[in-house]
């Protein structure tokens, strides 16, 4: 079977990144999520913890536009988009994978064929999935998935032009609290599968 890739973007709290895990065993193919940073980490020279929280600080277009006059040397944010794209170009040219998140849909571009998924659900499933899932005290939980929708938005929009979660972007839009995690997992691989000697 060709190269195809698959791209999870998600809302946070809609199980987008156990869908990827799902799928990538299912296919048998590989998984990139938090590899991708520490991927980046050797390229960067830069530790974890300054990646993950540069990929967060993105908190307006005015604000972004002051950080991107600084030199790129001194600009973590910039020096982190750039070595995480190489990162994700990279995994695409080994072959078929499911990468989650990092805005991999808008790198892929048309370069191999393609699986674009975005999963969503609505706020009461995400917020009870995020408390159970991750921890976050229920208090806390409804601030925690705003802030985190808006930063994946803001990030999209001011390296790609793109907007995050618009339907034109993607080829599926599947809602998880209404399908389950199966019913993501099966939509995505018959998608996959399509027109392959697979089916």
């Not at 973590?76 to 991999?104: D, F, N, P, T």
């Not at 599947?174 to 019913?183: E, F, K, V, Y």
Request: hydrophobic share 35%.
């Amino acid at each position: 079977m060709q190269t195809k890739i698959i791209t999870i973007s998600r809302e946070y709290g809609s199980g987008g990144r156990g869908i990827g895990r799902h799928v990538a065993e299912t296919l048998h193919i590989p998984f990139y999520d938090s590899e991708i940073i520490r991927e980046t980490m050797k390229k960067t020279g830069l530790p974890e913890e300054v990646i993950q929280s540069a990929e967060q600080r993105v908190t307006s277009s005015f604000l972004f536009n002051i950080a991107m006059g600084v030199d790129i040397t001194r600009n973590y944010m910039q020096q982190i988009h750039v070595a995480e794209k190489e990162v994700i170009l990279e995994k695409i040219a080994e072959g078929s994978c499911v990468i989650v998140g990092r805005s991999a849909n808008f790198i892929l571009q048309n370069k191999v064929p393609s699986v674009r998924a975005f999963i969503y659900a609505d706020m009461d499933s995400r917020m009870k999935y995020a408390s159970e899932h991750y921890g976050i005290d229920v208090k806390n939980v409804h601030s925690v998935i705003t802030r985190s929708d808006s930063e994946r938005s803001l990030y999209s929009k001011n390296f790609y032009n793109e907007d995050w979660g618009e339907r034109t972007n993607y080829d599926m839009m599947l809602n998880s609290a209404l399908l389950g995690i199966d019913g993501c997992v099966d939509l995505i691989i018959t998608a996959y599968r399509k027109e392959s000697k697979e089916m």
